[in-house]
Structures are given as C-alpha cells and as structure tokens.
C-alpha cells in the first residue's frame, strides 16, 4: 500500500506548481519528463494541476529527474528562485 505524501489540496497544487516550473525550467515537456519517471503524460499533467498527490517513491523519482532534493521540492528550501 502506497501513502500519498500531500494528502490536502492546495499542498499537492504547491507541489505541482513546483515541479512544473522547474519542469519547464530544464524545457522539458511534460510527456518527455513523464516517460522519464516512468508515469503517463495524464498522470504527470495531474500531479502538476494538483488533482493527484504523490507517494514518497515518486517524489524521489521526480526531484531526481528536477536535481534537487524530495524535501526542497515539498519546502522550497533549496530550490532555485522560481515564482509560483
């Protein structure tokens, strides 16, 4: 059984504002980013929208993919300066 890390709602819209400015940041489309992390473009397209959150593996996979930390990602500490 897998555990979403941001169970609320405008957590997992932080968290996929985050990830697709960073995202977009690499210019990186989200179909390519989702094939990288092994997920569907639907599903990545619904974490960056805040309709789905994420369990602890796939936030790894994801912050490994962006070069940053899973706490930076879920903090902004240490995450370059992007505006959400």
Known sequence: MTTEVLAHG???KELGQR??????RK?????SFAAEIGVSAATMSAIENGHTGV???????IASELGVSPGALLTL???????L
């Open 10 to 12: 405008a957590r997992r």
């Open 19 to 24: 990830v697709r400015k960073l995202r977009q």
């Open 27 to 31: 210019k990186q489309s989200l179909r």
């Open 55 to 61: 369990n602890v593996d796939r936030l790894e996979l």
């Open 77 to 83: 500490e240490g995450l370059p300066q992007i505006v």
